[in-house]
């Protein structure tokens, strides 16, 4: 009995493989070069929204007094700095980062103070100027605005796979 399953279950996969090899190759994919052109465009999106924020709020933030961190390099500097579980000065930065946002929050950091910039799905560009006391970051004051629209172009190899893939799954 177990070695006639064993037999069926083998022809099986033997017969099903490659047909499902047969789609899995049809399917629409990103090129190397569009997604590192993506990555590209990404930064200078970022960096346009962060360049609004700052001079649509005034604010007296350069590179030279702040180091800007983003949602990835805290979790790495937590993971780096021995990622206890229950760490307030991580988790009260942490939770800052849970907003909606065009493009990524970023946090500029220097001693003991802190502003998280973000641009709301409205454009509105805020700041959320911060201050650590007592192992905690507290929020001090937060800072709105309307900001400018900042248009987010795709490349014509993403519409071309979005486009692709529309005709993939379309052809049933």
């Not at 200078?44 to 590179?63: H, P, Q, R, S, Y």
């Not at 970051?137 to 893939?165: F, H, P, Q, R, S």
Request: charged share 30%.
């Amino acid at each position: 009995m177990k070695i006639s399953t064993i037999m069926i279950a083998g022809l099986i996969v033997v017969f099903c493989l490659p047909a499902l090899k047969f789609q899995a190759e049809d399917l629409p994919s990103l090129s190397a070069d569009c997604l590192e052109n993506r990555g590209k465009r990404d930064v200078e999106f970022n960096k346009a929204i962060m360049k609004d924020i700052i001079t649509g709020l005034e604010l007296d933030i350069d590179d030279q007094r702040y180091t800007e961190v983003t949602d990835r390099g805290l979790d790495a500097a937590h993971l780096i700095y021995g990622g206890k579980e229950l760490d307030e000065v991580y988790q009260s930065l942490h939770q800052q980062f849970i907003v909606a946002s065009r493009g990524k929050p970023s946090l500029f950091v220097r001693p003991l103070e802190a502003y998280l910039l973000y641009k709301q799905p409205d454009n509105t560009n805020v700041a959320v100027h911060l201050k650590l006391t007592n192992f905690k970051w507290e929020v001090v004051e937060k800072k709105k605005a309307k900001g400018n629209a900042i248009t987010y172009k795709l490349l014509k190899c993403e519409k071309d796979y979005l486009k692709k893939k529309r005709e993939y799954y379309n052809k049933d």
